[in-house]
T-cell receptor, first 113, second 120 residues
Framework: EDKVVQSPLSLVVHEGDTVTLNCSYE??????LLWYKQEKKAPTFLFML????IEKKSGRLSSILDKKELFSILNITATQTGDSAIYLC?????????????FGQGTTLQVKP | GAVVSQHPSWVICKSGTSVKIECRSL??????MFWYRQFPKQSLMLMAT?????????EQGVEKDKFLINHASLTLSTLTVTSAHPEDSSFYIC??????FGAGGSYEQYFGPGTRLTVT
């Protein structure tokens, strides 16, 4: 059975801290790994990773994929209260025509002032 | 670009009635749309894949006769929850698959804002 597991499930930090969110997966026909941020409504896209060892960066957020060990991490540096959200990891599986995503449970991040 | 809307954003219905939720891609055409449900403090669970002009593909454990999906055009998919029960109360989110802008050859899912269904 395809599985995506995130850790920790929840995290409370203070502004300015750096956090690392983890995502491991066991899926057949892996195509990509995606990170989303969800604040109350629909998830918004952060990163898509397809190659091992290549860091993707957007401002204070960065992510990297290890296809040998089957995991990815999402780093957030100098956290702000606006970073408080649920962070979802998903794997894209199957052929390029299906576009199917399998989501992890999510990590709820709370950043305190 | 790549905006997906859902209607309604929230709905309350009585047990035994049916509810229709619409998912529209506003500025692009989507041959494939996906329907997810999300219970409180849980992740998104894929319910079905909706392909324009053909029958939806349902995930294991999802009753196709209860959750009717219609994808009649390239910009609209609908999910009808038939004979709703309180346990169907959930957050339903759709997504539409489209080419990633500026990233030739790869696709991305663009999510709608979700519909909160409460069955009393």
């Amino acid at each position: 059975e395809d599985k995506v597991v995130q850790s920790p499930l929840s995290l409370v930090v203070h502004e300015g801290d750096t956090v690392t969110l983890n995502c491991s997966y066991e899926v057949t026909n892996f195509r990509s790994l995606l990170w989303y941020k969800q604040e109350k409504k629909a998830p918004t896209f952060l990163f898509m990773l397809t190659s091992s060892g290549i860091e993707k960066k957007s401002g204070r957020l960065s992510s990297i994929l290890d296809k040998k060990e089957l995991f990815s991490i999402l780093n957030i540096t100098a956290t702000q209260t606006g970073d408080s959200a649920i962070y979802l990891c998903a794997t894209g599986i199957g052929s390029s025509n299906t576009g199917k995503l399998i989501f992890g449970q999510g990590t709820t991040l709370q950043v305190k002032p | 670009g790549a905006v997906v809307s859902q209607h309604p954003s929230w709905v309350i219905c009585k047990s035994g009635t049916s509810v229709k939720i619409e998912c529209r891609s506003l500025d692009f055409q989507a041959t494939t749309m996906f329907w997810y449900r999300q219970f409180p403090k849980q992740s998104l669970m894929l319910m079905a894949t909706s392909n324009e002009g053909s029958k939806a593909t349902y995930e294991q454990g999802v009753e196709k006769d209860k959750f009717l999906i219609n994808h009649a055009s390239l910009t609209l998919s609908t999910l009808t929850v038939t004979s709703a029960h309180p346990e169907d109360s959930s957050f339903y989110i759709c997504s539409a698959r489209a080419p990633r802008f500026g990233a030739g050859g790869s696709y991305e899912q663009y999510f709608g804002p979700g519909t909160r269904l409460t069955v009393t």
